[in-house]
């Protein structure tokens, strides 16, 4: 019987992973700046080459596993990824699940919203019988949620940004609420030229906004952490964040 | 409950035993939140609404899906086979999207969709399946309505034609009755898949009872207890559904030739 | 761009992503398909020769597999399966391991598709005349023998149709997966389309591949319907 078990155990294992590299879980949607897949099949972006250069620094071998995104606490708490690296933000909420290590950048959250006829300014009274979209498990829908709703606006919860997004140039809901670098991308887009505008960042929270964001580990795995934290702080003093950034933005994203 | 043979007893009592330990060891915690707790009532009628519209109305266009293969000329019968080959062809979930993201996103282009009355309605999720669902449902059914029509005994059309019955009169009352009761246990099955297609919906923002498993999920991680309580409805409903056909099979006179 | 050049094989066109995660879909619809067969196998002959336990259990197992969606069943399965794997192999003091995406779609895939397969092959086993079952009994033939020699090819014919329509159902499920992530055919194309924003050409290019392998599929498995029916009788004609 045991002899079974190993052999299908050995069996399963060798249909994957022997020799372990670290499983970074990424949702598959585009999300520009800072992750897409690229037609060639090659994921690009800010988010990339930061895990990229915190992973050289740390000598860590990693694969990227697409992951769903509503579903990728409960894949790492189940064991089908070990980090992820997806522009999740620290909240206290989150930390009674998993680890996070240090922050890798902090940004305010946007509201874009139609050219005409949509909301005036991002505060509960303009958005008063409104709809607004948002992508589910953020911390922009527990923001919405808390903020918003009660002064009378109704909440559409997407799996990804990107739905949101064609959602708003579709004109199904009035206004999005997310991160700000991620809607300004989308405001650039041809899409978001044509039909959209920034209302401006939301009055700070951050119990739920959070303190910025960063990778999320399970809980128990101190070495692991110790390592992307050490990466991180690495990649920052030796100025390769900066290096990183130049492309991308005007301005470091580190936040305050 | 009688001449019930041990085995069973037991296997009933263990399990029993483990949906009691599922109770007991699991986190229901997230049933006793009114947040989610309300929404549950409103996801089950959702979904409850959504497949019996769907049947209904995939029933009608399978039915003039099948005629028309059956007995219809070339014009009628060649789409309809096409249409059916096609349905049956792709993935579900790649219908649903091409609707509510390909179509939504051809209307907003047009100003004077926007201005009009279709709009409040176009904008909304729940048309986008309804179509999608109608039409996959029809899609299976028109095959299964064209072997129906086939197997109706042809005498039995010729008699009334004879008699001078008018040809809509005769499909009413003899053609489509006798197709129907042939494929009701078909139908049953049919209609049980189309329950369990149910929750691609919640892919587009449509809140049915998978959806509020997932708002668990992403709120709370609670990742089993909720699936658990959902498979569980399911399950429910689709014994309902067998329940009603059977309860249909039996108001049919059947007469063993 | 032009549909055709943004389903172009080469980069910057989306084609080659396309056909990659097609190739994703048919790896874990054979692998799903044949893992169904193989439970489908176990569980016809336990319903047909089992004691009474193992037919309940398997009348438990077809019932709350053909009654739960799938959606619910692949979360259940996939969140479910490395954990308790490797709790198992934990409590037998080995390392865990690590199973990927494609391990467990294929097995998630599989067991689904195992419940409908067990039905399917119980009523061709059962369709095969038992007066040749009990014949070669009677003769003495082992039961090895009389499946692999009787059992076996009397009842493909019953069975292909079934078994034609499971396959196609384990292709349009591969689509499933997409909603957990996994990189097939419907989730590229998914990608595609959001960073395009070309929806109508992805879709239906996805569409017309899927379509595509449906009509090549009921082709092939005719061809092979007609090859176990070899040797049969034409069946009367009707009218005449």
């Not at chain 1, 990107?162 to 004109?171: F, T, Y």
């Not at chain 1, 990649?235 to 492309?247: C, E, L, N, Q």
């Not at chain 2, 009355?117 to 029809?138: F, H, N």
Request: aromatic residues 10%; contains cysteine.
């Amino acid at each position: 019987m045991k002899k079974l078990i190993l052999s299908a155990a050995l069996a399963l294992s060798a249909g994957l992973a022997a020799a372990e590299p670290l499983k970074i879980g990424m949702a598959p949607e585009p999300y520009p700046p800072f992750a897409t897949m690229d037609a060639s099949g090659q994921w690009v972006g800010w988010e990339i080459d930061l895990l990229d250069a915190v992973m050289k620094n740390q000598g860590l071998e990693y694969t990227i596993v697409p992951t769903s995104w509503d579903g990728i606490i409960p894949a790492l708490t189940a064991g089908q990824i070990d980090v992820i690296w997806n522009s999740m933000s620290i909240t206290d909420e989150r930390l009674k699940t998993i680890d996070f290590t240090d922050k890798y950048y902090k940004t305010p959250a946007l509201i874009v919203t139609a050219a005409s006829g949509g909301v005036a300014a991002p505060t509960p009274e303009a958005l008063a019988g409104k709809v607004i979209g948002v992508q589910v498990s953020t911390t922009h829908q527990a923001y919405v949620e808390k903020h918003f709703l009660p002064a009378g606006a109704e909440m559409k919860s997407y799996q990804t940004q990107d739905e949101a997004n064609q959602d708003l140039v579709a004109g199904r809901i009035d206004a999005t609420q997310a991160d700000s670098i991620a809607l300004d991308a989308f405001l650039a887009s041809d899409a978001g030229k044509a039909c959209c505008i920034s209302v401006g960042a939301v009055a700070d929270d951050p119990e739920i906004l959070g303190k910025g964001v960063g990778a999320g580990v399970r809980k128990g795995e101190a070495e692991l952490l110790g390592k992307l934290n050490a990466g991180i702080a690495a990649v920052i003093a030796d100025g390769t964040y900066d290096t990183i950034s130049a492309p991308y933005f005007a301005s470091s994203i580190y936040g305050g | 409950m009688q001449n019930l043979p041990p085995h069973r007893i037991v296997l009933l009592v263990i399990g029993l035993g483990l949906a009691a330990a599922c109770v007991w060891f699991g986190n229901w915690s997230w049933l006793m939140n009114p947040k989610y707790a309300a929404l549950i009532p409103g996801a089950i009628f959702t979904t409850i609404w959504i497949l019996v519209v769907t049947t209904g109305l995939g029933l009608i266009m399978a039915i003039a899906l099948g005629f028309a293969q059956a007995t219809g000329p070339w014009w009628l019968a060649a789409p309809s086979a096409a249409f059916c080959t096609i349905v049956r062809g792709t993935p579900l979930l790649l219908q649903i999207w091409l609707l509510y993201y390909g179509l939504g996103s051809l209307f907003p282009q047009y100003p004077w969709i926007r201005e009009s009355w279709a709009w409040d309605i176009l904008r909304e999720a729940w048309p986008y399946a309804v179509v999608a669902l109608t039409i996959s449902y029809a899609g299976y059914e028109g095959e299964v309505m064209r072997g129906a029509f086939r197997s109706v005994p042809r005498g039995q059309l010729e008699a009334a034609r004879a008699m001078g019955m008018p040809r809509f009169t005769m499909f009413r009352r003899i053609w489509l009755p006798q197709a129907i009761q042939r494929v009701l246990p078909t139908l049953a099955g049919e209609t049980v898949l189309q329950m369990k297609a149910t929750p691609l919906v919640a892919t587009i923002t449509m809140i049915e009872i998978y959806a509020v498993a997932g708002r668990v999920r992403q709120d709370t991680f609670i990742i089993y207890e909720p699936l658990l309580l959902i498979a569980v409805v399911y399950m429910a409903i689709a014994g309902l559904i067998v329940l009603m056909f059977r309860w249909f099979e039996g108001r049919v006179p059947v007469k063993a030739a | 761009m032009s549909p055709w050049e943004l389903l172009a094989l080469e980069p910057p066109g989306w084609g080659g992503n396309l056909l990659r995660g097609l190739q994703n879909s048919l790896i874990i619809a054979f692998g799903a398909y044949s893992l169904g067969l193989f439970l489908g196998t176990l569980g016809a002959y336990g319903k047909i020769y089992g004691g009474p336990i193992l037919r309940d259990l398997l009348a438990v197992y077809t019932t709350v597999v053909r009654a739960v969606p799938e959606l619910v069943l692949i979360l259940i399965l996939y969140f479910g399966l490395t954990k308790s794997l490797n709790d198992l192999l934990q409590l037998l003091g080995y390392q865990p391991i690590q199973i990927s995406g494609l391990v467990a779609g294929i097995v998630v895939l599989g067991f689904v598709q195992g419940a409908y397969a067990t039905e399917v092959l119980r009523g061709a086993i059962l369709a095969v005349p038992s007066g040749q079952i009990e014949a070669a009994r009677a003769m003495g033939m082992s039961p090895t023998l009389l499946a692999r020699r009787i059992t076996l090819p009397a009842m493909l014919a019953f069975a292909i149709p079934g078994l034609a329509n499971l396959w196609l159902i384990a292709t349009k499920d591969t689509a499933l997966l997409a909603v957990v992530g996994f990189s097939e055919l419907t989730l590229e194309t998914r990608q595609a389309a959001g960073t395009t924003k070309a929806f109508f050409t992805f879709y239906l290019a996805a569409g017309a591949i899927y379509l595509a392998v449906t009509l090549l599929s009921n082709r092939l498995f005719a061809r092979l319907e007609r090859w176990a029916r070899r040797g049969e009788p034409p069946l009367a004609r009707e009218g005449a």
